[in-house]
Structures are given as C-alpha cells and as structure tokens.
C-alpha cells in the first residue's frame, strides 16, 4: 500500500468516527443506538468488508477509531460482548454464509446479541480435536448432543460458536464441524461454575438434542478444524492484544495503588514496578506493532505471543499489589459479584477492587489455551522445533481410548 493510500485511508476512518460522535453523542445516545452506529459507518471492526461492520482498510486503523469514539464517552464493545467481538465476528464473517452473516453481525456488534464459544469439554481441554460432543445430520438440520464446560458468558450468550464431532471413524481433526448455535433452544441447558472469586462467569452446557439448522454452519462438513483456528487465533490476539493507551490495564491498576499508598512503598518494590511497567509498555507497542503489520491478513500464531506474554504479566502486575498491600491483601470484601457489574466482564472493564482481580488473574493461563499449549505452538509453527510425538495423529477418533 502506497503511503498515499494509507494516508486516505487514515482520514477516512477519522472523519468517519467523528461524524458518528456528532450525531449520536455518546452521552445522549442509547448503547446499542450508538453502536449500532458505528457498525452502520464501517467502525466495528474497520477491516471487514463494507456493509460487514468495516471499511475494508488496515486492521490497525481500528485503534484510531476506538480511541475517537472512546475518547469522546463511547462504549468498549470487547468489554460488553469480548466473545462476540474479539472471536466470534471474525470467524462469521471469513466462514459463514452471507445471508447468514448479515443476519448475526448487526446484533452482535450493538452488544443486543452475547456470544459464548463452547468449545472445551471435561474430556478434551489442552486436546480440544479429541472433544466428544456429536452433531448427526437430520434432513437439513443438525441435532446434537454432549457437554461442554467452563464457557463464559453461557449464562447470558444468545448464540454460541459450536465444534462438534460429526464423524467418529476419521483421524479426531478431520471428524469436526463447526456450527453457531442457538442458546435458547430447548435442546441447551446452561449450570453455573462459582470461582474461587466468588463470581461464576464460567457454566457447564449440556447439550440434549439442541437443533442447528444446516444454514448455521460455518465452513464445510468435516473442515471445522480450519474453522476453529480462525477462532483461536483471534482469540489469543483479542486477549494479549492488549491496549493502545499506555499504563492501562493490569498496570494501571497497580500504578493506581502506588499513587494512593505512598505509606507502603519502598525501594525494592519501586524497582519491581518500573520493571513492570517496561514489560507492559513493550507488551503493549508489541501488540500495536502487530496490529499494524498484520494488514488485513488472517491472524497466524504469531498471535499467541500476546497471549502468552500479556496472561504471564498480568499475574506478575496483581502479584505486585498484593505484596504492595501487605496483610491487607487478605481482607476480601464479599464473594458477591460487584453492584451493578456483570460478573463475566468485570475483570475487563477494570471494575473490582485488587484482591478480586488477584484471583481472577489466576485464570489468565489456563484460558483462551494454556501457557504450555502456546509454547508448544510458538515452538513448533514459529521456530521450527520439533513436533511432541502424537500417537493418535493418523488412527480413527473411535479407536483413541478416552478418559
């Protein structure tokens, strides 16, 4: 791209946000009017095709949008809707059919429609192409059965991002199909899981006889491995992308509690946040260099770099607090959820006080694909390094023993 055209482009997407700002004043507008607003105007997510919810330019404009619209009272959609906007969009509109994807984008990006993605089971975590939940075509719709677990926002999503096994007699990642579901059919019943927060954003779902129609699928039958990846890689990108404003986030939380404590401060301490703050920084130019130099190609697994750095620092940073406070860190104020905070987006609206958010950081490296499953990717598809042996790479998923 000439640097003409990305000039253009850079003016077109800021002229764009600020007409939105000046006919729908955040401060006056309904949410979902307003968002509502910035899908119709290409700023949803500004590399998607027009009339998609984008503009059809650089993906790393999408900062410059959010930071007009935000800047000005606007709402952060990935806070309200983070499955819908950071995982389930992108894989809509790459796989989904068009009719389909014109009827699930709007609602999804107005925040009117919550998404959740039931992909992990009890028996296949780390080992999601093992996952057991089946899907059997019946005429034109599919009917499926199985349980999935530790789904966010389950207890409130109106559609879900479904794999599901649809051919048990095949090597276990070429058995898979890729569906959206329907949570409110009668077929899908959704059990809360309580953190040791107190808070339970995570459900289990079973799924007894939930239909799907043929037109839901997303991808080919028997390609929903592929579908998955687009999936996964935006979602280690929507959560270790971070934020473009500097000290926001985890760190900001803790540059919050130094300002405000000066009684508890000391030396070594000092030298521990400095450090923090240079690896969030670097963290955070990291994701916006990335950002940039993506362009509208597919996230690869360069994406898990975000994930892996962003989930281990954020640990690091609510580390820091505790020590920070003390004996104080272990005063707990209630294992209520927050007044007036929805308990599955607390933690990314920056809402609760510290030793909840030191709780819920655990979490950071078990979800959106542990710690040790984005070393073995960076390993193997960055640098090079030899596979893990993997006996059942080539037998029927039938005959792999299970539990």
């Known amino acids: 791209m000439t640097t003409t055209a990305a000039a253009t482009h850079r003016e077109l997407v800021a002229e764009t946000a600020r007409r939105v700002v000046a006919e729908h004043p955040p401060a006056a507008t309904p949410r979902a009017e307003f968002l509502g607003a910035c899908f119709d105007a290409g700023l949803a997510w500004v590399h998607f095709p ?27 959609p990935f806070a309200l809707n983070p499955i819908g906007y950071g995982m389930a969009a992108p894989t809509v509109v790459e796989h989904a059919r068009p009719e389909v994807a014109a009827q699930l984008l709007r609602p999804l990006a107005t925040c009117e429609e919550l998404w959740c993605q039931l992909f992990s089971e ?35 999503a109106r ?5 599901a096994r649809t051919d048990p007699d095949v090597p276990k990642h070429r058995g898979l199909t ?23 954003e995570f459900n289990e779902v079973h799924l007894d006889g939930a239909r799907i129609p043929d ?15 687009t999936t996964l890689m935006n979602e280690r990108r929507a959560i270790g992308g971070g934020s ?6 985890s760190i900001g939380t803790a540059l919050r509690l130094w300002r405000e404590r000066p009684d508890l401060r000391t030396p070594a301490l000092r030298e521990r946040l400095t450090v923090l703050f240079a690896q969030a920084d670097a963290a955070r130019l990291t994701g916006e260099r990335q950002r940039v130099e993506s362009g509208d190609r ?5 994406g898990s770099i975000g994930k892996l750095v962003g989930a281990e620092l954020n640990q690091a940073v609510y580390d820091f607090c505790m020590d920070l406070l003390g004996i104080e860190a272990t005063l707990y104020g209630s294992y209520d959820p927050p007044d007036g905070v929805d308990d599955a987006t607390d933690e990314l609206a920056g809402v609760g006080d510290v030793q909840r958010a030191f709780l819920r950081s655990r979490a950071n490296t078990i979800e959106g694909g542990t710690s040790e499953v984005l070393r073995n990717i960076l390993g193997e598809r960055l640098l090079g390094l030899p596979g893990e042996p993997r006996a ?6 039938r005959e792999v023993p299970r539990g």
Do not use: C
Request: aromatic letters at 4%; hydrophobic letters at 40%.
């Open 50 to 76: 027009r009339g998609s919810g984008g503009l059809g330019v650089e993906a790393g404009l999408q900062d410059l949008a959010d930071s007009i619209l935000q800047g000005a009272g606007g709402p952060v």
């Open 122 to 156: 009890p028996g296949a975590g780390s080992d999601l192409a093992g996952l057991a939940t089946r899907a059997v075509l019946d005429g034109d719709t599919w009917v499926v059965g199985g349980q999935k677990v530790w789904t966010s926002l389950a207890h409130r």
């Open 159 to 163: 559609r879900a991002l479904l794999l």
């Open 178 to 200: 890729y569906f959206v579901l329907d949570m409110t059919d009668p077929g899908v019943e959704v059990r809360p899981l309580r953190q040791m927060t107190g808070a339970a």
């Open 215 to 229: 037109a839901h699928r997303l991808g080919g039958v028997g390609e929903g491995w592929r579908v998955a990846m």
């Open 244 to 249: 473009s404003r500097r000290g926001s986030g």
């Open 298 to 302: 597919p996230v690869g697994p360069e």
């Open 392 to 397: 059942d790479t080539n037998r029927p998923w």
